[in-house]
C-alpha cells in the first residue's frame, strides 16, 4: 500500500471486533499460511491495540470442499449486530475472492483492519487510499482466478487417460469407477432415446423440429429438473462425438474408456445430413465473420450468425433454433460501432494509468517480500531433506540401514523435494508477473476500443470474448456484461472522464474515485 495510507497506529471506533481467517489450498497451510498463524497475529494485534475480538470466522477452501460459508455467516452477524463494526484480516487476499465481496462489504460502513498490510480502511478513508485498496482487491481475483488453472489441468490429464473430465452429458451419468475415478457410465433410461435420435435424423429426411418432437415423446428430459429437452439441446447431441466412444477436449480429440452408444457410421451419417441440410448456407457464411455465435438473440436466447447479401453487405440474423424469431437482420457495422462504444468506457486516461502504476509499484514490495519469504522457507525445507537422505545414505554404507527401507524413504524423501522445487518456482514466478500483470491488464484496458476498431474480424472476436460476456441484441439495443476487472476499471473511467478532472484537477485528492 502507499505511504498515504492509514497507519494502524490510529485509535479504533470500537473495541469489539470480528477476526477473519481463509486458507484456500492445503498448499497454503503447508507454506506458513496456516490458519493457526493467522489467528495469532490476529490475536496479538487485537491485544496490542485494545480491542476484543468478539468472534473468529475461519474458512478453509480445497478442491473437494470450495465456497466460503464462514465469510457469508460473518456478513450476516455484522448486519445484526450494529455495535461491532471492526474486521481484523491479514491481507487484502484473505478477505476478498472477487469484486463483490468488496462491495459487498464497503456497504456495510465497517471497518477493515488489514494488518499485515498496516492498513485501516473505513468510510472516513481518504479516496485514494480506497481506490489503491480495489488495485490490490483486482490483483487479489486475478491470484483467485489462477488457482484454477489448477483445476483445469487436473481436467486435462483425465481426458488425457480416456476419461471425460467434467458433467456427463445426456445419456450418461457420473459414476464412481473401480479405481475410485469419476467416470462417465450409460444411463439405461435414456440410453434408447439417444440411440433413437440418432437413427430418426440419420437418413436426412426428418427435420430438427420433428426428431426433437419424437424425443419429447418418447420422454426425454433433463434429470435433474424433469424439464423437456429443447431442440437446441437435440442439435447438439447429434454434434456431441461422445456417444461414439470417443470425445473432444479442448479442441483435441480423445479414445474415451467410456461406453460408446451408437457407432461411428451412424454418427459419420448424421454430421453428413447436418451439413447437407445447411449446405446452401454454410456457402454464404464465412468463417471469420466477427460476432458470428459471439452475440445472442435477446427474444429466445439463439445465437446470431452472419451472412453475406447483395455479395458484399454482412448482417447478422437469429439462427431460429428455438422457431421462428421477431429480431429483424442487422448490418455488422451497427454491432460494431455499439461494441465499440462499449469498449470505449474504459480508458482511465493516461494521468489515471500513471497513478495507477506508482500503486501498484509500491504494492508489488510487499508481496515481493512475502513471496521471497514462502521460498526462503521451501528452500530450507528442501536442504533439510537432502541433509536427512545424505545421513541415512552413510548409514546404509555403514550397515545401519536397511538397503530396501533406504530406496522407499529416500523416493519418498524425493517427491517432497521435486514439490518444493515446483512451489518456489511458482512464487518466483507470481513475483516477476505481479505488476506486469496489473499495469498490461490497464493499458489494454485503455487502448481496448482502438485496437477494436483496427484489427481483423478474428481478432476483434478475441478481444471480445477476453473482456465482454453475456452479449444480447434485441430491438436494436446490444447488452453486455464487462467480465471483471474490467467492470470496476469502468467504473474507475466514469470519474476521469469528467470535465473537472480533464481540467487538471488533482486525481489523487479527489474523493469520487469510487463513485457517489
Known amino acids: 500500500m502507499s505511504k498515504n495510507d492509514k497507519s494502524v497506529g490510529n485509535s479504533p471506533k470500537t473495541s469489539r471486533a470480528l477476526a477473519y481467517a481463509h486458507v484456500s489450498s492445503k498448499e497454503q497451510d503447508a507454506e506458513g499460511f496456516s490458519i ?15 480491542l476484543i475480538i468478539e468472534k473468529e470466522f475461519i474458512d478453509v477452501e480445497t478442491a473437494k470442499a470450495g465456497g466460503r460459508a464462514s465469510f457469508t455467516e460473518m456478513v450476516s452477524y455484522i448486519k445484526k449486530h450494529p455495535a461491532i463494526r471492526t474486521v481484523l484480516v491479514e491481507k487484502t487476499d484473505r478477505l476478498y475472492r472477487n469484486l463483490k465481496d468488496w462491495v459487498l462489504l464497503d456497504e456495510l460502513q465497517i471497518e477493515i ?29 486475478n491470484y483467485i482466478d489462477n488457482l484454477s488453472e489448477e483445476a483445469r489441468k487436473g481436467q486435462l490429464e483425465k481426458a488425457e487417460q480416456g476419461i471425460w473430465p467434467t458433467k456427463a452429458p445426456l445419456g450418461y451419468r457420473n459414476v464412481l469407477g473401480p479405481d475410485g475415478k469419476r467416470i462417465i457410465a450409460p444411463d439405461p433410461d435414456v440410453v434408447p432415446i439417444i440411440t433413437k435420435i440418432f437413427e430418426w435424423y440419420a437418413p436426412g429426411i426428418l427435420s430438427l423440429e420433428e426428431v426433437a418432437e ?73 468463417s471469420d465473420f466477427a460476432f458470428s455465435n459471439l452475440v445472442r438473440c435477446g427474444h429466445c436466447g439463439c445465437a446470431l450468425t452472419g451472412e453475406i447479401k447483395k455479395r458484399r453487405y454482412i448482417y447478422y440474423h437469429c439462427t ?10 442487422v448490418r455488422e457495422e451497427v454491432l460494431s460501432d455499439k461494441f465499440s462504444q462499449l469498449l470505449s468506457q474504459l480508458d ?3 494521468a489515471a494509468l500513471q497513478l ?25 525445507e528442501y536442504d533439510r531433506i537432502q ?37 518456489i518456482h511458482r512464487h518466483q514466478a507470481a513475483d516477476q508477473h505481479y505488476l506486469e500483470e496489473g499495469v498490461n491488464i490497464l493499458e489494454m484496458a485503455r487502448n481496448a476500443q482502438r485496437l477494436f476498431d483496427n484489427e ?44 473537472e478532472v480533464g481540467r487538471g484537477r488533482n486525481l489523487a485528492d479527489h474523493s469520487g474515485w469510487l463513485g457517489d
Open 387 to 423: 541433509s536427512r537422505i545424505q545421513a541415512m545414505y552413510v548409514d546404509k554404507l555403514d550397515g545401519r540401514v536397511d538397503p530396501g527401507m533406504f530406496e522407499r524413504l529416500s523416493i519418498d524423501w524425493r517427491k517432497q523435494q521435486d514439490k518444493c522445487l515446483r512451489d
Open 113 to 141: 483492519h488489514l494488518v499485515k498490510e498496516g492498513v485501516i480502511l473505513s468510510e472516513d478513508s481518504k479516496s485514494t487510499e480506497k481506490f489503491f485498496h480495489g488495485i490490490k482487491v483486482l490483483m487479489a481475483k
Open 320 to 329: 431460429g433454433y428455438k422457431g421462428r424469431c421477431p429480431e429483424p437482420y
Open 456 to 499: 481483423s474480424p478474428t481478432e476483434k472476436r478475441r478481444l471480445l470474448n477476453f473482456v465482454v460476456s453475456n452479449s444480447t441484441w434485441a430491438n436494436g439495443k446490444l447488452n453486455a456484461t464487462l467480465r471483471e476487472p474490467f467492470g470496476f476499471i469502468a467504473e474507475m473511467a466514469k470519474f476521469t472522464s469528467r470535465p
Open 348 to 350: 482511465i486516461g493516461e
Open 36 to 50: 493457526a498463524a493467522q489467528q495469532k497475529l490476529l490475536q496479538g494485534y487485537a491485544s496490542g491495540h485494545g
Open 356 to 380: 495507477v502504476s506508482e500503486g501498484l509499484k509500491s504494492s508489488h514490495v510487499d508481496q515481493a517480500k512475502e513471496h521471497a519469504e514462502a521460498i526462503m522457507r521451501l528452500q530450507a
Open 214 to 286: 419424437r424425443a419429447h415423446e418418447a420422454g426425454l428430459a433433463y434429470r435433474r429438473t424433469g424439464a423437456p429437452v429443447p431442440i437446441s439441446a437435440v442439435h447438439t447431441i447429434l454434434h456431441n462425438r461422445t456417444y461414439t466412444g470417443e470425445f473432444v477436449w479442448k479442441g483435441r480429440i480423445y479414445k474415451g474408456r467410456h461406453v460408446p452408444l451408437i457407432s461411428m457410421d451412424l454418427f459419420e451419417r448424421v454430421q453428413d445430413a447436418l451439413h447437407g441440410r445447411h449446405k446452401k448456407q454454410l456457402r454464404r457464411v464465412r
